[in-house]
């Protein structure tokens, strides 16, 4: 990852740089945070996110107190190589006030929070879930209601309103990911294909 990376330009932010975290699934932006070249050396040696603490002057592993680490997934720099885009796992709410980011109105995909939720369920199947019960009946009851949900959606959009259809396509969105996650397969899997075929 490093030797993809290229000069960063230390020098303009007087050692510094901002780096943006943006959460690897849902894209919603998490936080800002500050490197140094030896937080980001420790950054990918480690494959926790780590940032220097102008306030304390040292490196700190984000989540060091609170268990939430960022898992790194992968550093980019920008056009002019003065800011990080850093894309993490979160293991937990980033924000101290327990939020998911530091930045009250930045939302990612809805659709990717709801596969997370689902992949969840899948690996718990706590009782009462619906999920769970989907799950538990297996691949062909589960592709069942993918069809008939597939039907519904079709025929709102012939005969209803647009909330009537948007709600048969929200239903119709959700029995897709549990089909795929049946399969072991998630959101993330069908992104590659669809952004292969829009190489």
Not at 51 to 68: D, I, M, Y
Not at 91 to 111: I, K, N, W
Not at 120 to 144: K, N
Request: charged share 25%; aromatic share 4%.
């Amino acid at each position: 990852m490093r030797d993809a990376m290229p000069a960063l330009d230390w020098d303009k932010g007087g050692g510094l740089l901002p780096a943006i975290v943006q959460d690897a699934r849902t894209r919603q932006v998490l936080m800002l945070g500050w490197m140094t070249p030896e937080s980001l050396a420790a950054t990918q040696e480690s494959g926790l996110v780590t940032f220097f603490s102008r306030s304390r002057q040292r490196l700190w592993v984000k989540g060091e107190s609170s268990g939430h680490h960022l898992k790194l997934v992968a550093i980019e720099a920008d056009c002019d190589a003065d800011t990080l885009l850093v894309t993490a796992e979160p293991q937990g709410p980033t924000c101290h006030l327990g939020r998911d980011s530091c930045f009250a109105g930045a939302t990612g995909s809805a659709l990717a929070h709801l596969d997370r939720v689902i992949e969840g369920r899948a690996a718990s199947m706590p009782e009462g879930s619906y999920t769970t019960r989907l799950l538990a009946g297996g691949i062909r009851r589960i592709a069942q209601k993918v069809g008939e949900e597939g039907v519904e959606t079709a025929l709102a959009a012939v005969v209803e309103d647009d909330t009537a259809l948007l709600g048969e396509a929200a239903d119709l969105a959700y029995h897709l990911l549990v089909l795929l996650r049946a399969r072991g397969l998630g959101l993330a899997d069908l992104d590659q294909v669809l952004r292969a075929r829009n190489a």
